[in-house]
């Protein structure tokens, strides 16, 4: 499975922005989907996950409430829209796939990898 996350740019406090991740290969649907984001100076952390099917999720407290993470597997597509941004969520925003198809927390236990995408939050 290759991914490619998009959707990232510079946003003001408050404001909203919608990620994406391609996915190619044919099994797209069979696996768990991550994403998460790495702040300058600090490690990456786990933001959110869906299930195979998009009938599970589940977030970071930080986000929960503000963020939705959404599934289109006839697509294959994923996407984390998220709203009411605050200057900490900027970071480069990496998403993953997992072959159990669960919702994963651990980033050791994510099998693939996109480039990631640059959020940015102004004050």
């Known amino acids: 499975v290759q991914l490619q996350a998009s959707g990232g740019g510079l946003v003001q406090a408050g404001g909203s922005l919608r990620l994406s991740c391609a996915a190619s290969g044919r099994t797209f649907s069979n696996y768990g989907m991550g994403w998460f984001r790495q702040a300058p100076g600090k490690e990456r952390e786990f933001v959110a996950a869906?299930?195979?099917?998009?009938?599970?999720?589940y977030y970071a407290d930080s986000v929960k409430g503000r963020f939705t993470f959404s599934r289109d597997n006839a697509k294959n597509m994923v996407y984390l829209q998220m709203n009411s941004l605050k200057p900490e969520d900027t970071a480069v925003y990496y998403c993953a796939a997992v072959r159990s198809g669960k919702i994963v927390v651990g980033r050791g236990n994510y099998d693939y990898w996109g480039q990631g995408t640059r959020v940015t939050v102004s004050s």
């Open positions: 869906i299930n195979w099917s998009g009938g599970s999720t």
